[in-house]
């Protein structure tokens, strides 16, 4: 299956056969146009050499060999060139790919990218969306959705079901498309059926994504995920790899926020430790609140070791019995956020939470998984894990948990890491946030 391609800044109009149907249906074609979004509020600038109503479809072409993307819909349409001129102090286009790109987190997600809201009003941008068989026909209702949106920073959309045509260049890889668990299905059976997704995509990154591209795993189980998809990645740095755990951080942080009487912004410094699963470590050791640690704040231990820290593990699942299904707004802005920390500097004294590879990490947490941990950024797209952070006995026996857990969903997916026969011992009590 090809991928399709929309692009604005093409020269002329280049769109895959598989596309004419949908694009015959949706837009009159003006070969030769130039089309400018313009602002939000304002209509797109269209002029044509041809006569106004004439409807012409553009010429087909077929896929490069080396499968690049082609392009589609009003973004195959040429850009005016005074646009062009207009845009100019815009950063040089960033690749964003997006797997589970038709399902419900993606769905507030690319809107974001695309608005400027994550990497900035003056960052242009491509999206390339991966999806499936199952989900190509949605996909292209993403991508229509996105061309009725006009956002003038949205340069490129592709969409596509083969992780190595729809990675090429990829600077940024947001992998969202998971399984869900279904009723009666074991936790082994989900970690090897994403796992084998994520081994798929972890290749295909390692061979066609940009070499230092970033990856956020979501898709849950998402720090083995992330784990595998690393190590089919070998000529991608290993610390490139993230698996989201900031929604847990700003639900952790929104709690203490509640339970001391302040707006969250007051609260800073929290860092869950370990797995996005019910054995999450929030840490109120090292938080903050508006400046002092927050057992100085919170006078009551009891409620911050029992009631605060299983509200966070389990919050996913809370949501789920309210909203009937799993969280994905508050999903997609906890992965801008993850992306925001990244590339911007990280505010004096404070840090984010990342799942991150452990290898030679200062806490003696084991080695060779992925890991969530205190990390800050210079902006540059790199993090360092935070060194001054102390540690209880509680803090310590919790990670121990956490930690453990993690150990043996890697055991279980050694077939995956090339790292010789899976055993699955997890511990019955391996949930995530979202089961209860
Ligand atoms: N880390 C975190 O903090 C959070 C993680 N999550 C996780 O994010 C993932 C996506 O959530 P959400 O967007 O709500 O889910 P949706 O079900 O809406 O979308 C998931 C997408 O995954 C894809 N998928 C890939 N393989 C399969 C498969 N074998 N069977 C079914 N679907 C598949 C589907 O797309 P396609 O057909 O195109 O492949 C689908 O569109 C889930 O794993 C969820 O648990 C959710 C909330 C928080
Ligand atoms: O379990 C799920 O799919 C949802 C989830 O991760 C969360 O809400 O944190």
């Known amino acids: 299956m090809a991928v399709t391609h929309f692009n604005p800044t093409c020269s002329k109009p280049r769109l895959h056969s598989s596309q004419l149907s949908f694009l015959s249906r949706t837009l009159p074609i003006h070969r030769h146009c130039s089309f400018a979004p313009l602002h939000r509020t304002q209509h797109a600038r269209i002029s044509c050499s041809v006569a106004p109503n004439e409807v012409q479809v553009p010429a087909v072409t077929t896929l490069d060999p080396k499968g690049k993307a082609e392009c589609y819909g009003v973004f195959c349409l040429t850009y005016d060139l005074r646009a062009e001129e207009e845009t100019r102090s815009w950063k040089k286009l960033i690749n964003i790919a997006v797997s589970g790109a038709a399902g419900m987190i993606a769905n507030h997600l690319l809107f974001k990218l695309a608005s400027g809201e994550v990497f900035g009003p003056d960052q242009p941008v491509a999206l390339k969306l991966l999806g499936s068989e199952r989900s190509i026909q949605a996909l292209e209702g993403v991508a229509m959705e996105l061309e009725d949106s006009l956002f003038p920073l949205l340069r490129e959309v592709s969409i596509g079901i083969d992780p190595y045509e729809v990675f090429q260049d990829a600077e940024w890889a947001l992998l969202i498309g998971a399984k869900p668990r279904g009723p009666g299905m074991e936790r082994a059976d989900l970690l090897d059926i994403n796992g084998q997704i994520y081994a798929a995509q972890g290749r295909a990154l390692n061979a066609v994504a940009s070499r230092n591209v970033k990856v956020i795993v979501v898709g849950n189980p998402c720090n083995t995920n992330a784990l595998i998809c690393l190590k089919n990645a070998p000529n991608i740095p290993a610390k490139n790899f993230h698996a989201l755990t900031r929604l847990d951080e700003n639900r952790a942080k929104c709690q203490l926020a509640l339970k001391a009487g302040v707006f969250y912004d007051k609260v800073s410094n929290v860092t869950i430790w370990g797995n996005h699963s019910t054995t999450q470590v929030p840490d109120f050791l090292n938080a903050k609140i508006d400046g002092l640690p927050v ?142």
């Open 295 to 436: 057992k100085e704040v919170v006078k009551d231990h009891r409620w911050l070791e029992e009631e605060f820290t299983e509200k966070v593990q389990k919050r996913g699942g809370a949501l789920i019995q309210k909203w009937g299904r799993s969280s994905a707004a508050s999903t997609s802005v906890s992965i801008v956020d993850a992306i925001r920390s990244l590339v911007t500097p990280t505010p004096e004294g404070d840090w984010f939470s990342s799942g991150v590879y452990s290898n030679g990490n200062p806490y003696g947490i084991a080695e060779g998984i992925v890991f969530s941990m205190p990390c800050r950024s210079k902006g540059d797209g790199d993090y360092e894990l935070v060194k001054d952070v102390i540690f209880d006995d509680y803090l310590r026996q919790r990670i121990k948990k956490t930690e453990a857990e993690l150990l043996a969903e890697k055991r279980c997916v050694a077939h995956l890491t090339g790292e010789g026969i899976a055993v699955c011992d997890l511990p019955g009590d391996t949930m995530l946030p979202g089961e209860m």
